[in-house]
């Protein structure tokens, strides 16, 4: 039982510190240069501020894959099908998106240097680094196809276990299928001029249920009568 609690404290931390990893990294270190047009000149300026921002994108990734690495024991002894699906997808895709993007950022600080030093081909320089920046955008897009498809299968094996709370795990549910949906409009271009707000409004309810498992998690840990029906089931084997 000791396991278990000591589990569900560490899946709760991870998912505050990659949640504001990623917030920090969003909202504090790259959100303005990320859309000005004079992009490399605004990156050669803010070096360091790219560098920290790149490696708190880089904690976000690595904190939340460790997620389903401690989350697999559990979940592979109610569905090992569902339970590896969410191992591959939120552990291994989308760790290996943020490390591109991480890469991307870091890159554009080397193109920006080129590019104030006076270099013969500095135009180019500036139209790499906004291909690379577009490239990046698209990355971070398929990371948002990525994401739900893991966090469903998540909380499918949470909602049927009931390792948590019901209420908390249908919120996932509804939240990131949701959310889901809307990305793939984003994805195909519909929804237009409004695509980066919206993202961000429907990143509000999951990033709210999240920190509402998280502090659940590490206040009360797992369902006491779902751990039971767990070791129940292993002693039956």
């Not at 906004?130 to 990525?146: R, V």
């Amino acid at each position: 039982m000791n396991n278990f609690r000591k589990t569900a404290i560490i899946v709760g931390i991870l998912y505050i510190i990659g949640t504001v990893a990623g917030f920090l990294f969003k909202m504090v270190f790259t959100g303005s240069i990320h859309n000005d047009l004079n992009l490399l000149t605004q990156v050669a300026a803010n070096e360091n501020q790219i560098i920290i921002g790149a490696l708190f994108l880089l904690i976000m990734g690595l904190a939340l894959a460790m997620v389903p690495a401690m989350m697999f024991p559990v979940l592979k002894k109610h569905n090992e099908a569902l339970a590896i699906g969410y191992v591959v997808y939120r552990g291994a895709l989308e760790t290996i998106t943020v490390v591109a993007i991480t890469i991307s950022w870091v890159f554009l600080t080397v193109l920006s240097q080129q590019y104030t030093s006076g270099a013969p081909d500095a135009s180019y320089l500036q139209t790499f680094g906004s291909l690379l920046l577009k490239g990046n955008d698209t990355i971070g897009t398929i990371s948002q196809i990525i994401f739900p498809l893991g966090a469903l299968m998540f909380y499918f094996i949470l909602y049927k276990s009931k390792l948590i709370p019901r209420w908390i795990s249908g919120w996932g549910l509804i939240a990131i299928a949701w959310r889901l949906v809307m990305t793939s409009f984003d994805l195909f271009g519909i929804s237009g001029s409004w695509s980066t707000v919206l993202v961000d409004l429907l990143d509000f309810p999951i990033f709210l249920q999240e920190m509402v498992m998280a502090v659940w998690l590490i206040v009360k840990g797992f369902t006491p009568s779902a751990i039971a029906s767990l070791f129940a089931k292993t002693a039956t084997n």
